[in-house]
């Protein structure tokens, strides 16, 4: 199956940074989506981007199906964005999920 | 009220008691499925089903079961829990997902039932 590994896996800001989360994938895909799992467990979409760029609001997501990697940007970051950020893909069966980047964003 | 529902959402029991997590959608989607997550792993998936009249095994199927009793509801059961499975569990839905045909496979989340199997 699709090999999923994202990075950095842990990540620590002080409010108002930007950064950028990285999602490498093996093989070509059909459907990309990132999750934001905060601090009481819910799982929020962020994102629907097999390819091409999308923003809403602060964040933004890349994704360049032919080099295989998605990048999400987050601006000016706050301590809401602190949380668990999952990429998860499939080519035509179901998501495989990466083991997630762990964000703290500190005041 | 929440899209994709997921009862209980806390359960504390036993090694061998019988347990069972039930899910509700109303978003009107075929697909269901049932992920494990555990820290540090990630979500995996438990089962998922297509449609009413169809079940399928996923990564980690051992030691549970599931029923799907109508397009909006997918339950998981453990026959007889034990402590390693103790986790967080999560119900999703989706559509066909199929290019050409206006869907997506976009993936809708429940809020998650936390299982401790003492």
């Known amino acids: 199956g699709i090999q999923v590994e994202q990075s950095p896996p842990d990540l620590i800001l002080q409010e108002g940074a930007n950064s950028t989360l990285r999602c490498n994938f093996s093989?070509?895909?059909?459907?990309l989506q990132w999750f934001h799992q905060n601090p009481w467990g819910q799982l929020i979409n962020l994102f629907y981007?097999?390819?091409g760029t999308k923003q809403n609001g602060r964040l933004s997501a890349t994704t360049v199906a032919t080099e295989r990697y998605s990048l999400l940007y987050i601006s000016s970051s706050q301590t809401t964005d602190s949380g668990v950020y999952f990429c998860?893909?499939?080519?035509?069966?179901?998501?495989?999920f990466g083991k997630g980047t762990m964000l703290l964003v500190s005041p | 009220d929440a899209d994709v529902t997921q009862t209980p959402r806390n359960r504390i029991t036993k090694t061998g008691k019988r347990i069972m997590l039930e899910c509700s959608q109303t978003k009107g989607h075929d697909r269901m499925y049932w992920y494990r997550q555990d820290p540090g792993l990630g979500l995996r998936l438990i089962y998922y089903s297509f449609d009413v009249k169809d079940i399928n095994k996923g990564e980690i199927s051992d030691g549970y079961s599931v029923s799907r009793q109508a397009q909006a509801k997918f339950s998981l059961s453990l026959e007889s829990a034990i402590p390693n499975q103790t986790a967080l569990y999560f119900c999703?839905?989706?559509?066909?997902?199929?290019?050409?045909?206006?869907?997506?496979?976009?993936?809708?989340f429940g809020e998650g039932s936390r299982l401790t199997v003492l």
């Open positions: 998860a893909v499939s080519g035509y069966s179901t998501l495989t």
């Open positions: 093989d070509s895909v059909n459907n």
């Open positions: 981007i097999p390819s």
């Open positions: 999703a839905t989706s559509d066909f997902g199929k290019i050409g045909t206006g869907t997506t496979g976009e993936l809708f």
